[in-house]
């Protein structure tokens, strides 16, 4: 079946960085584009960046255009958010998504963006 299963996420200062990372099974994951969401409490989900199945093309939300690349590992079947120059606003559940037939979520995983 099909698995995505975040982790990374954390407490961190204003201005840091975070690397998360989702790594997928049950499915072709090279054949496919992956995304980044997060949810923040009393907010809708909002997509928030996503990858090509090869890579080479990607996009972002504004509010996080050049602080935060999405990459990808075929190989490895992993998908990361390097989130740069965090900021209190970033503060969100994040979550790994891949459509096939349906949508699959992870679990999530925390950022909290604090001082």
């Known amino acids: 079946q099909v698995q995505l299963v975040e982790s990374g996420g954390g407490l961190v200062q204003p201005g840091g960085s975070l690397r998360l990372s989702c790594g997928a099974s049950?499915?072709?994951?090279?054949?496919?584009?992956m995304k980044w969401y997060r949810q923040a409490p009393g907010k809708e989900r909002e997509l928030v960046a996503s990858?090509?199945?090869?890579?080479?093309?990607?996009n972002y939300v504004d509010a996080v255009k050049g602080r935060f690349t999405i990459s990808r590992d075929n190989a490895q079947k992993t998908v990361y958010l390097q989130m740069n120059s965090l900021k209190p606003e970033d503060t969100a559940v994040y979550y790994c998504?891949?459509?096939?037939?349906?949508?699959?979520w992870g679990q999530g995983t925390q950022v909290t963006v604090s001082s």
């Open positions: 998504n891949v459509l096939l037939r349906t949508n699959y």
């Open positions: 049950g499915f072709l994951f090279s054949n496919v584009a």
């Open positions: 990858i090509s199945s090869t890579g080479r093309f990607t």
